[in-house]
């Protein structure tokens, strides 16, 4: 008892440390997210924001120029070039980020960069920002890679402390290691896959279906962008009704006019 005494104690050491040092490094990770998320949001926003204001002008000065056109029918025909868009129709020559650089949208941005996901509906248009994604993501990525191994550790050490209870209890070591396991198992799938897409269907408007798709696309980091929080299928399918109705009623208008 005494030698298992001994030998405890520098586990027990070792454990006790690595919790505190954990905390600091989830901080440190949140801190590097909030740096990327500054960043992003000041160089990308401003642009984002002229971009937003020519438009209006330009869509001002076409309506003034051009009276004939109907404003809900040239609204519902910008709703449908977005719906192109993401579609993945290819409009111009040139393509344009149709993100939104918002605090949020930064937030997100990051975090898409540093776990690898790169959904690819957000991306940065200014050289600036271009050039701070490389470096960000050179140190961004291996630091996400360490924090992910330090959970996982963590996790590994829970369930081998629960294990270990279980088989002093029950004396049987190999019983209470599948059943830990198990447990774990399950708690992941609930916690990651199967739990998520209920908020998904509340927030989003998607299916079950729909967001446990995105919820597995995500953490398998594949992130194909189909898919994406704040950027609704149902939203999308009501603007395209209202476009094809404000198209039909500018159809129905003018033949009205001619006659």
């Known amino acids: 008892m005494y030698r298992r005494r001994i ?43 002229d971009s937003s204001r020519s438009f209006q002008r330009d869509k001002w000065e076409l309506l003034q120029n051009f009276t004939c056109l ?37 937030f997100f941005f990051s975090v898409s960069t540093i ?15 271009r050039l701070f994604c490389i470096f960000f993501a050179l140190v961004g990525i291996p630091f996400n890679l360490v924090v992910l191994n330090r959970l996982g550790h ?12 279980l088989g002093s209890t029950w004396q049987d070591p190999g019983k209470a290691r599948w059943l830990a396991g198990s447990g774990a198992l399950l708690s992941g799938l ?11 269907s509340h927030m989003e408007g998607w299916s079950y279906m729909e ?6 696309i995500t953490l398998s ?8 929080i704040g950027e609704s299928s149902r939203r999308w399918q009501t603007l395209e009704r209202t476009s094809k109705s404000s198209g039909g009623l500018l159809l129905a208008r003018d033949g009205g006019s001619r006659l």
């Open 70 to 106: 109907d404003r809900p029918a040239l609204d519902s025909l910008i709703r449908d070039v977005v719906q192109a868009y993401k579609n993945g129709a290819s409009l111009l020559s040139s393509t344009t980020s149709m993100g939104r650089w918002e605090l949020l949208g930064s």
């Open 190 to 200: 609930l916690l990651f896959l199967l739990l998520p897409p209920l908020l998904f």
């Open 154 to 165: 963590l996790m590994q050490q829970g369930v081998n402390h629960c294990s270990s209870r």
């Open 7 to 49: 030998r405890a104690a520098p586990e027990d050491r070792v454990q006790g440390c690595a919790v505190p040092s954990t905390v600091l490094l989830l901080f440190a990770y949140l801190a590097y997210l909030a740096l990327g998320t500054g960043v992003f949001w000041t160089l990308e926003g401003r642009a984002e924001q």
């Open 221 to 228: 980091t594949v992130g194909f962008g189909d898919y994406v």
């Open 115 to 129: 776990t690898t996901i790169g959904y690819g509906n957000l991306s940065p248009n200014t050289m600036a920002a």
């Open 211 to 216: 967001g446990f798709y995105f919820a597995f």
